[in-house]
């Protein structure tokens, strides 16, 4: 049995990215970084643990995707360029099948975005799998939370609901389907929207991942910012089979409220209204106008039919409801 | 309830430390910060499990000490300033006198070394809790593992084997003393040997934290560097319990492969020795002088009677001998 050490070494020292700012990566007590002069730095840490945000079954290699893509989805809405992670790994045995295909899913998603794995830890217990991610960003042109006004417009790229419906079928709630196959890849291989947090940075004025739910992340940002916001359902980007599910059920929660599909909500002042919407149709994602930020407090629905629902339902919440 | 944001807002959005060097803090997508001009990142993340690291009743607020701790000592280990934390708490129940106690235990070390905490995320798991630290170091002075070379002279801060004599004493292994309480402090609550990786950071060859034994430790600097190491054993700095247990049973376990002392061990060039032991002198932990590195690889020991031992037993290792 390799030791904790060989089995850091094995799986993620030889990662396919070598960047210049790193001095020193995995195998000391701390890796030596180089921040680029004029940047400032963005970092996230996130964790995903088995029963809670997956299941002991879950496919090793889509969990080392995704443990990576929720974390770059946070660099995203702060409209920063990825560069390193970190991963603390926690498991009941050292399975080498399992690790193997777990970095591997890991390494080609930071592969196929420039980042270098420059430091970790594996200990023994349940499992769970923690992430940290550093960018960087120019002064200013972050992405806040707390940079929406009256006035901004809301925006949201990709579709909603797609993964909200895959677990939905998941759990065999709804058996509805027979396109499901491209929900779960949404689901178990969520995109990080990097491309899209760039291209906006210094130009929205606030944004967000969508991972609790649109109406609870937008939720987050009219909070930060002291403003309200008011969403047309209809306006809502969704897949046919998102779009299906609802004209079916009549049930918005799965757009509106499901989370995990980590796309961006972002604000954008009017002025600059243009200038996002051309840069938008240019952005694989694309970028779809679906309310506005008012002053009045709250998240409010307006339905396609005209009526209106005064508070939005939100989203998943892990402690909620305790007691 | 209070949802998890509030959660995490409650307990550590308002640390003591606020630093300008932190654009923005806890509560957005990421945090954004500003490392120093001319200045290199240090960075280290480091989990804590309960029933592998710790007792399912361990005091809460001793284990917020230590989880900050083993990651500050990283940041010493490398000789850096430590400036930000990020920490990923994983809880079965949102238990308020439980994070209370532990954010309670952890600002307080962080206070100490005016770090500030940056970022988290709280989920819903078994117990456990991964903390990523970030410090700054000049260029060229990081004490890195693979920097010791033949000739060079081995030190150690503190003293060695408190904290593995306080957890044989825990396990019931070791019932001989009346001093417990003073060894139980230093397995609970170590001392990141910061100061001193500061002060040595430019004249030390390499170092690490002693965290897995100090023969397991010094192996892995032998390694990274391409040499060998003689540690003389009656040179070993102990505490009275730790002599008195050693006189008593004749087993050297306990100061030579038992983790948790979280001391820094270092590799000294014959032409700094003055200059290191003149420090030395002036640091909280003092610096001892235990040993010599050499061409031939392993780490022999040399008995207080003139025996010799080709190869030093080592420590606990979290993944061996699973099979």
């Given amino acids: 049995m390799p030791s904790e050490f060989d089995l850091i070494a094995r799986y993620f020292s030889r990662g396919p990215v070598q960047r210049a700012d790193v001095l020193l990566g995995v195998g000391d007590d701390c890796a030596l970084l180089e921040v680029p002069a004029g940047r400032q730095l963005a970092v996230s840490i996130d964790t995903l643990v088995e029963g809670t945000h997956f299941a002991r079954d879950a496919d090793p290699r889509a969990l080392g995707h995704k443990a990576l893509a929720v974390n770059l989805s946070d660099l995203a809405a702060m409209g920063a360029e990825p560069a390193w992670a970190t991963l603390a790994l926690t498991l009941p045995a050292a399975d080498e099948s399992w690790l193997a295909a777990f970095a591997g899913g890991f390494l080609a998603l ?18 769970s799998i923690t992430v940290q991610v550093h960018g960087f960003v120019e002064p200013g042109r972050a992405l806040r939370r707390d940079g929406a006004r009256a006035g901004d417009l809301v925006y949201v790229t990709g579709t909603l609901g797609d993964a909200g419906l895959a677990l939905l079928a998941q759990q065999g709630l709804f058996v509805g389907l027979g396109v499901l196959d491209g929900l779960r890849e949404r689901l178990d291989r969520p995109t990080p929207r990097l491309a899209e947090g760039r291209a906006l940075a210094g130009i929205a004025s606030a944004a967000i991942d969508v991972s609790d739910g649109l109406a609870a992340d937008l939720g987050h940002v009219c909070a930060a910012s002291g403003v309200g916001a008011t969403l047309f359902l209809e306006r809502l980007p969704c897949s046919a089979a998102v779009r299906d599910y609802v004209a079916g059920t009549g049930d918005w929660s799965v757009p509106l409220a499901a989370g995990d599909d980590y796309e961006l909500c972002l604000t954008v002042p009017a002025a600059r209204q243009a200038e996002a919407e051309a840069l938008g149709a240019t952005l694989p994602a694309g970028l779809h106008w679906i309310g506005t930020i008012e002053r009045v407090a709250g998240v409010r629905l307006v339905l396609p039919d005209g009526g209106t629902i005064d508070q939005a339902p939100v989203g998943y919440d892990h402690f909620a409801g305790d007691d």
């Avoid at 930071?110 to 200990?123: K, Y």
């Fill in 110 to 127: 930071a592969e196929r975005h420039g980042v270098q794995l420059v430091g970790g830890d594996t200990t023994r217990g349940p499992r």
